[in-house]
C-alpha cells in the first residue's frame, strides 16, 4: 500500500503543471468602441487545460525568460494641462475627481488606468502661457534667487491630487530650456546655452529637483534637456551637443549626490528614434555612469532604432517618454499605430515606460505658448479633453495606454510593477496578433504571482476591404493551455500561478 501511494504521487509530480489556472480577469476596447476600456466580469473562467489542438494562433508565454521591469505608463502634466483641470476641479469638482480617478488609481480591482510615471517641465515649454525660467535673474549663477513660485500654481495642486490618487507615483522633472540668460540667444526659445554657464546650469537643475522637494512632489528622475536637437525659435528650445549635454550630466550627477540625492536618475536625450544610434550612444559614453538610460520621442525614425541604441548599451535603461496624436485622425488607426509602435513595439524594445504627451488639453487642443508653430494644423490631442464647462472625454491614447498599464500595475500595496517575459505567436493567423507579456511578483512568496498578456488582433481587412474578423487563439503556459477568441480591438487579460 505504501509504494502505491508514493507512484500515485510520483505520478503527480510527473504530470504537466496544475490546470488549476484561470482567467477571471479580462479587460478589452474594440475596434467600433463598443467596449472602451471594459471589464468583461466572466460569469464563468477561461480554465487552462491539458493542451489539445492548436486554435488560429498561439500565444506562448515563457515566463522563465524575464527581461525589463516596467516603471508605469503616463504623461505630461504641462502648466496648460494642469490649468485646464484646476479650472475643472473649480467648475465641476466631481468630474474632476473622476478624470483623476479613471486616469491614476492603481487599484487591480478598478476601472481605472493607474498611469504612475508623469512628467513635469521645469519652467516654460509649448504648452505655457508665457516664457518663464525658474530663475530669470541675469548672472545668478549661485541660483541664490531661483523661485518656486514662478511654477503655476495649479502644477502643484495637480501634483499632489496625482499622488493622493496613486501611491506609486514616479515625477519625471524635463526642462525645455535653460534661463534666457545662459544663451546665446538670450532667449527661451532656440539657441544654444553658452559653455561658460554650465556649471551654473547644473546648479540650476539640482535646485529645481530641490525646490519640487519642498513643494512635497518626490522626483525619480530629471532629464538635462528636452529634445536637445530641437532649436525651433516659436517655442523654448535649446540645441545641445552630445559633449555639452555629458559635461551638464556629469555636474548634476555630482551636485545630487553631494546634497542627498543619490537615488533622483539622470536621464539623457529625450529625442526622438531616428537617432538612436548617434547621439544617446555618444552621450551615455561621455558622460559615463552619471546618466542613468536614454529617452525616446516618436516623431521621427522607427521604434526599431531602439534596438541600436540597446545593442550598443545594453546595460542603460530606455525610458519612451513622448508621443502625441492629433486632432481629425482616425481613432482605431490611432490605436492600432499606439499598440504596434509604443505600448508594445517601445516596451519589447526594452522601454521601462510608456507616456503620452499632454494628459489634458481642450477640445481645441489649448492652451499654447503665443505664436508656438508647435502641434500645428489641427492641435495636439491629448489623453482627456476637459471642457470649459467642466464635462470631458477621454480619447484614444487613453484606451490604448490604459489596456497596457494594467497589465503591469502591482498586484498589493507596495509590491513591484510587472517584468516583462518572453512571448511569441505561432500559427495561420500569428500574423494578426500582438503581444506582450508580465508577470508581477507578489510582496509574500507564497502568494502566487499574477501573470498578464496584453493582445491586438488588427485583423480587420486592412487595404483588402474592411472586414473586422476575431481570432481564436490558444495561450500556452507552463504545459497547460487556455483558449480565447480575440476581437478586433486589444484585450488584456491575467491569471495567477506559483512565481
Not at 370 to 382: E, I, K, M, N, Q
Not at 435 to 447: A, N, P, Q
Request: hydrophobic content about 35%; some cysteine; aromatic content about 14%.
Amino acid at each position: 500500500m505504501f509504494i502505491s501511494f508514493v507512484l500515485f504521487f510520483y505520478y503527480l509530480s510527473c504530470l504537466p503543471f496544475s490546470a488549476s489556472q484561470q482567467i477571471w480577469d479580462i479587460y478589452q476596447t474594440t475596434w467600433d468602441r463598443s467596449k472602451l476600456f471594459t471589464s468583461l466580469n466572466p460569469s464563468s473562467p477561461i480554465n487552462f487545460v491539458s493542451p489539445g489542438a492548436s486554435a488560429d494562433a498561439d500565444i506562448a508565454f515563457d515566463d522563465n525568460t524575464q527581461y525589463q521591469s516596467m516603471l508605469g505608463f503616463g504623461a505630461t502634466l504641462t502648466d496648460s494641462s494642469a490649468t485646464v483641470l484646476n479650472n475643472q476641479k473649480k467648475k465641476n469638482s466631481g468630474n474632476y475627481w473622476s478624470v483623476i480617478d479613471k486616469l491614476f488609481n492603481p487599484s487591480p480591482s478598478s476601472a481605472s488606468a493607474g498611469l504612475s510615471y508623469i512628467r513635469v517641465p521645469i519652467g516654460a515649454s509649448d504648452f505655457s502661457t508665457n516664457a518663464y525660467s525658474l530663475n530669470d535673474n541675469d548672472g545668478d549663477e549661485s541660483m541664490s534667487r531661483l523661485d518656486m513660485t514662478r511654477v503655476p500654481s495649479s502644477v502643484f495642486t495637480v501634483l499632489k491630487d496625482i499622488m493622493g490618487a496613486n501611491q506609486y507615483s514616479k515625477f519625471h522633472l524635463v526642462p525645455w530650456s535653460p534661463p534666457a540668460w545662459m544663451k546665446d540667444t538670450y532667449s527661451m526659445s532656440g539657441g544654444s546655452i553658452r559653455e561658460e554657464y554650465i556649471p551654473a546650469y547644473a546648479k540650476y537643475l539640482l535646485k529645481a529637483v530641490q525646490g519640487y522637494k519642498s513643494q512635497g512632489i518626490p522626483v525619480y528622475a530629471i532629464s538635462v534637456q528636452n529634445e536637445p536637437q530641437n532649436s525651433n525659435p516659436t517655442y523654448p528650445t535649446c540645441w545641445m551637443t552630445p559633449d555639452v549635454e555629458a559635461r551638464i550630466a556629469v555636474a548634476l550627477r555630482n551636485l545630487l549626490d553631494s546634497n542627498g540625492l543619490g537615488s533622483v536618475r539622470i536621464v539623457g536625450y529625450e529625442h526622438n528614434w531616428n537617432n538612436a544610434a548617434s547621439y544617446p550612444v555618444e552621450l551615455v559614453d561621455d558622460a559615463n555612469n552619471a546618466v542613468s538610460g536614454v529617452a525616446f520621442h516618436c516623431y521621427s525614425g522607427s521604434v526599431k532604432n531602439q534596438d541600436s541604441f540597446h545593442n550598443a548599451r545594453p546595460g542603460k535603461d530606455i525610458y519612451f517618454t513622448e508621443c502625441s496624436g492629433t486632432y481629425g485622425s482616425d481613432w482605431w488607426g490611432d490605436i492600432k499605430w499606439y499598440m504596434d509602435n509604443l505600448w508594445i513595439g517601445s516596451v519589447e524594445r526594452f522601454s521601462r515606460t510608456g507616456l503620452m504627451w499632454n494628459i489634458a488639453l481642450d477640445g481645441s487642443g489649448n492652451p499654447k505658448f503665443p505664436g508656438t508653430d508647435s502641434c500645428g494644423g489641427p492641435g495636439c490631442r491629448p489623453i482627456v479633453t476637459v471642457n470649459g464647462d467642466g464635462s470631458y472625454s477621454f480619447n484614444q491614447e487613453f484606451y490604448a495606454m490604459a489596456q497596457a498599464s494594467k497589465a503591469i500595475l502591482p498586484q498589493d500595496a507596495g509590491g513591484p510593477f510587472g517584468q516583462r517575459v518572453a512571448t511569441t505567436v505561432k500559427g495561420g493567423k500569428a500574423w494578426a496578433l500582438r503581444v506582450s507579456g508580465f508577470v508581477t511578483k507578489r510582496v509574500s512568496g507564497s502568494d502566487w504571482a499574477r501573470y498578464s498578456v496584453v493582445v491586438m488582433n488588427y485583423n480587420d481587412g486592412g487595404s483588402s476591404g474592411w472586414n473586422p474578423s476575431p481570432v481564436k487563439a490558444t495561450i500556452s503556459f507552463r504545459g497547460v493551455q487556455a483558449t480565447y477568441t480575440f476581437p478586433v480591438g486589444v484585450t488584456t487579460l491575467w491569471w495567477f500561478a506559483p512565481a
